[in-house]
């Protein structure tokens, strides 16, 4: 038999090494190529996993990580603590979702190291990270947004918003002017019995609104705790960052042995009490519910004793709410003149009772409709457009809490201006809009 010509023989040896090649390439992860999962859940091609960096890492954001994980669409690279204890805890955590011991799968591809830093600057510096998710104390929101910007990073930040009404404006304006896309952690606008409160306000299935009812703490004080030693691996400076000095008491930074929420939120240097902490949810349901979501109150008188016994705000439209105790705490009671609505969390009750199912009609007002706020958040990254809860909505929210702080703390009512966002002839007032902020984290308000 005669032999083919080598070059014959080498082109087919070639052909069928180039074969099994192919053959191999083609075996690959199945959430590569998307897909569903036994379950029914969509894999998604590490070309479309959003990368994210998590800044500040005790127990608000251990719950987002969770939150954003249990996506499948997300991944965590890095995060920024300046206590050690607890940014440790959480790449604990995190690694857990990659390493299920039922087997199923949480987060697509196996676990890669996420990376520490003390500073978030650092954080921001990585140009592999898609966005940021900020879940540090108030009194940091700004510089860090405003930074996150800069730096071309889409953000998540938690509610509320800012610390003083010029925080928050330059939050707004960094996020427009770098075309951020920015998701404000208000939450409750993904939930179902939100979303009904709104549309049945908006649609009129109560009437005209004569009252609004908001049951949520008190407003803050000054830091009055005494000093205690502060703990290894915390660097206090720089958990004050813009804030000046105060001596470190562990109500500001609990350590991991007390599983609770930081007192810090109930002091004025660092939080709005709980005007802001609580109130930045249920006075978001009634901008929204009301469409003020581009506005708000134009009014804001503390109480007197007489005629006003509950801060009370008053809106252009003579609508009127009190931050006023009832039977329902952290809740709304709408009172209109055809009946009420009362809204907590997981409970919704209406007068008449046929309202809390009503089914909204496709003909009627409707909401923006979320079922997920971090998917939400993360298909707004994907489309370039404003997710449910956009920075000026969170803006406008936390507004409405902090004229509520000032009238409390300056004790005589106060006329607002939404569209100016000052007090009307009142420099004393307008003087508590923003505040001084150390050189090293000065950001243009």
Not at 364 to 374: A, L
């Given at each position: 038999?005669?032999?083919?010509?080598?070059?014959?023989?080498?082109?087919?040896?070639?052909?069928?090494?180039?074969?099994?090649?192919?053959?191999?390439?083609?075996?690959?992860?199945?959430?590569?190529?998307?897909?569903?999962?036994?379950?029914?859940?969509?894999?998604?091609?590490?070309?479309?996993?959003?990368?994210?960096?998590?800044?500040?890492?005790?127990?608000?954001?251990?719950?987002?990580?969770?939150?954003?994980?249990?996506?499948?669409?997300?991944?965590?690279?890095?995060?920024?603590?300046?206590?050690?204890?607890?940014?440790?805890?959480?790449?604990?955590?995190?690694?857990?979702?990659?390493?299920?011991?039922?087997?199923?799968?949480?987060?697509?591809?196996?676990?890669?190291?996420?990376?520490?830093?003390?500073?978030?600057?650092?954080?921001?510096?990585?140009?592999?990270?898609?966005?940021?998710?900020?879940?540090?104390?108030?009194?940091?929101?700004?510089?860090?947004?405003?930074?996150?910007?800069?730096?071309?990073?889409?953000?998540?930040?938690?509610?509320?918003?800012?610390?003083?009404?010029?925080?928050?404006?330059?939050?707004?304006?960094?996020?427009?002017?770098?075309?951020?896309?920015?998701?404000?952690?208000?939450?409750?606008?993904?939930?179902?019995?939100?979303?009904?409160?709104?549309?049945?306000?908006?649609?009129?299935?109560?009437?005209?609104?004569?009252?609004?009812?908001?049951?949520?703490?008190?407003?803050?004080?000054?830091?009055?705790?005494?000093?205690?030693?502060?703990?290894?691996?915390?660097?206090?400076?720089?958990?004050?960052?813009?804030?000046?000095?105060?001596?470190?008491?562990?109500?500001?930074?609990?350590?991991?042995?007390?599983?609770?929420?930081?007192?810090?939120?109930?002091?004025?240097?660092?939080?709005?009490?709980?005007?802001?902490?609580?109130?930045?949810?249920?006075?978001?349901?009634?901008?929204?519910?009301?469409?003020?979501?581009?506005?708000?109150?134009?009014?804001?008188?503390?109480?007197?004793?007489?005629?006003?016994?509950?801060?009370?705000?008053?809106?252009?439209?003579?609508?009127?709410?009190?931050?006023?105790?009832?039977?329902?705490?952290?809740?709304?009671?709408?009172?209109?003149?055809?009946?009420?609505?009362?809204?907590?969390?997981?409970?919704?009750?209406?007068?008449?009772?046929?309202?809390?199912?009503?089914?909204?009609?496709?003909?009627?007002?409707?909401?923006?409709?979320?079922?997920?706020?971090?998917?939400?958040?993360?298909?707004?990254?994907?489309?370039?457009?404003?997710?449910?809860?956009?920075?000026?909505?969170?803006?406008?929210?936390?507004?409405?809490?902090?004229?509520?702080?000032?009238?409390?703390?300056?004790?005589?009512?106060l006329k607002w201006d939404p569209k100016k966002e000052n007090f009307k002839k009142d420099k004393e007032a307008n003087g508590l809009l923003e505040r001084s902020l150390k050189s090293e984290w000065a950001i243009k308000v």
């Amino acid at each position: 038999m005669e032999k083919e010509p080598f070059s014959a023989l080498s082109r087919r040896k070639f052909i069928g090494q180039a074969s099994a090649a192919l053959s191999a390439f083609m075996i690959v992860p199945r959430f590569v190529l998307g897909g569903r999962r036994a379950d029914g859940t969509g894999y998604r091609a590490p070309s479309d996993i959003i990368t994210l960096g998590f800044i500040g890492t005790g127990k608000q954001s251990r719950g987002l990580s969770r939150n954003f994980l249990a996506t499948g669409e997300t991944r965590i690279l890095a995060s920024a603590e300046v206590y050690k204890a607890k940014r440790d805890l959480f790449i604990e955590q995190a690694k857990a979702y990659y390493t299920s011991e039922d087997g199923k799968a949480k987060v697509n591809g196996a676990y890669s190291e996420i990376q520490a830093y003390n500073d978030f600057r650092q954080l921001l510096d990585r140009k592999d990270i898609d966005a940021v998710v900020i879940a540090s104390p108030d009194h940091w929101h700004a510089v860090m947004a405003v930074k996150a910007a800069e730096a071309g990073k889409d953000i998540y930040c938690e509610k509320p918003l800012a610390l003083t009404i010029k925080e928050g404006r330059a939050m707004v304006n960094a996020t427009r002017k770098h075309k951020r896309v920015f998701q404000t952690g208000s939450m409750q606008r993904s939930w179902p019995e939100f979303r009904q409160t709104a549309e049945l306000i908006r649609n009129g299935y109560i009437g005209d609104i004569k009252g609004i009812k908001v049951n949520v703490g008190p407003p803050p004080k000054r830091y009055d705790l005494p000093a205690e030693p502060i703990p290894e691996g915390l660097d206090w400076a720089m958990w004050l960052g813009p804030n000046e000095p105060v001596p470190f008491n562990s109500e500001l930074a609990p350590p991991l042995s007390k599983d609770v929420f930081p007192n810090w939120r109930n002091y004025k240097e660092f939080g709005g009490g709980m005007v802001t902490d609580w109130g930045a949810h249920m006075f978001d349901i009634v901008q929204w519910s009301l469409d003020m979501d581009n506005s708000g109150p134009v009014e804001v008188i503390p109480p007197d004793g007489k005629e006003h016994k509950f801060l009370t705000y008053r809106y252009d439209n003579g609508i009127t709410m009190t931050h006023e105790p009832w039977e329902w705490n952290n809740a709304i009671q709408f009172v209109g003149s055809e009946g009420t609505l009362n809204i907590q969390r997981k409970k919704l009750e209406t007068t008449p009772a046929t309202l809390k199912d009503k089914v909204i009609g496709p003909d009627e007002k409707h909401v923006y409709h979320s079922d997920n706020h971090y998917k939400d958040f993360l298909d707004a990254m994907r489309k370039r457009s404003e997710p449910i809860c956009d920075v000026e909505i969170g803006h406008r929210t936390a507004s409405v809490c902090t004229i509520g702080n000032i009238a409390y703390q300056l004790k005589r009512p106060l006329k607002w201006d939404p569209k100016k966002e000052n007090f009307k002839k009142d420099k004393e007032a307008n003087g508590l809009l923003e505040r001084s902020l150390k050189s090293e984290w000065a950001i243009k308000v």
